[in-house]
């Protein structure tokens, strides 16, 4: 189970990747969770790039490149930045979707 403050660096966290009404990530058999709202972020994420997410967010690195050096990346600073600018826009449009939603279609 992770914690959504784990920090993944540039002050995004696993938080900023699902709706501010989630309390806690709770880690299902097979690797998903819970939260329909963060698995959608991760199945844009290919299996590198998830690896260096989790590594980050497990403390793995104090940074995308660490974490990215970690997980075996063969450039990990060009690599972890990659992974950290896709996450961060994946987790926008989550929370942009979630928006859209809950104020619903506007009217012309």
């Known amino acids: 189970m992770l914690s959504l403050d784990a920090e ?7 938080y900023d990747l ?3 009404d989630v309390d806690l990530l709770h880690r299902e058999p097979g690797g998903v969770f819970d939260d329909e709202r963060l ?3 991760l199945r844009h994420l ?3 790039e998830r690896r260096v997410v989790f590594a980050l ?4 690195g104090t940074t995308w490149a660490e974490a990215a050096a ?8 060009d690599f ?3 992974v950290r600018r896709k996450a961060k826009r994946l987790a926008a449009e989550q929370q942009r979707r979630a928006a859209q ?3 619903g279609p506007t009217r012309a």
């Open 18 to 20: 699902v709706a501010a």
């Open 57 to 60: 967010a497990e403390g793995a």
């Open 39 to 41: 698995n959608a972020v």
């Open 46 to 48: 290919d299996e590198a």
């Open 80 to 82: 972890g930045e990659q």
């Open 8 to 14: 993944l660096s540039s002050g995004l966290t696993l």
């Open 101 to 103: 939603r809950w104020t």
């Open 70 to 77: 970690v997980t075996g990346a063969a450039a990990p600073v």
